[in-house]
């Protein structure tokens, strides 16, 4: 009786470690490194290419486990491309030409988060003060519900929405431009 709960004890423990929700980091990162160029970007600069070349690597490494390149292609591949993820990149990129002049003098930052930060009014007027300050809160509102979008989408849990955020705060800050200001881990401000 005693070997047969032990059995049983051990079936269950396996079954409940094996139990794995996946993830796929490295295609959220694909995902933001393409969003954040398409929205902010400059042509030709800031992506970071994954080679498909079977000769490559990466494809030695899957073909050497046993894996086709199709088949990892579509357990990579996440959903960007719904209406309401479209509407919110529309509206981060249509944003975009009025809070770059406030990136390049400095007046706003990126935090360590990938959030605007309006970092210091110096030089603004009144009225540019407010523009700053509406056009942070709107971004951010955005790119709040776009991490959202992107997790609901793939039906991924809200838990999963931080990992999310902080995949795309990396790519808002390496490919921020030379000369804006950035937060690193440790909360200092720097120019990039």
Avoid: H
């Avoid at 995902?31 to 690597?57: F, L, N, Q, Y």
């Amino acid at each position: 009786m005693d070997k047969k709960f032990s059995l049983l004890l051990v079936f269950f423990l396996t079954a409940c470690v094996t139990v794995n929700i996946y993830f796929p980091a490295a295609a959220v990162q694909r995902a933001a490194d393409k969003i954040v160029e398409e929205t902010w970007g400059e042509p030709g600069k800031g992506v970071k290419e994954t080679p498909k070349d079977s000769s490559s690597i990466a494809g030695k490494l899957y073909a050497f486990v046993g894996f086709s390149r199709e088949a990892f292609a579509q357990e990579a591949d996440i959903n960007v491309s719904n209406p309401a993820i479209r509407a919110l990149k529309e509206s981060i990129k249509t944003r975009s030409e009025s809070v770059k002049p406030f990136m390049d003098r400095g007046n706003v930052g990126l935090d360590r988060q990938g959030l605007l930060v309006v970092r210091t009014t110096e030089g603004l007027n009144l009225k540019e003060r407010a523009e700053a300050q509406q056009l942070v809160e709107a971004e951010n509102r955005d790119r709040e519900a776009l991490y959202a979008e992107i997790a609901k989408a793939n039906n991924f849990p809200k838990e999963r929405v931080a990992d999310i955020k902080r995949i795309f705060a990396k790519s808002w800050i390496e490919q921020a431009r030379s000369g804006w200001w950035i937060q690193d881990a440790q909360g200092n401000w720097r120019r990039k």
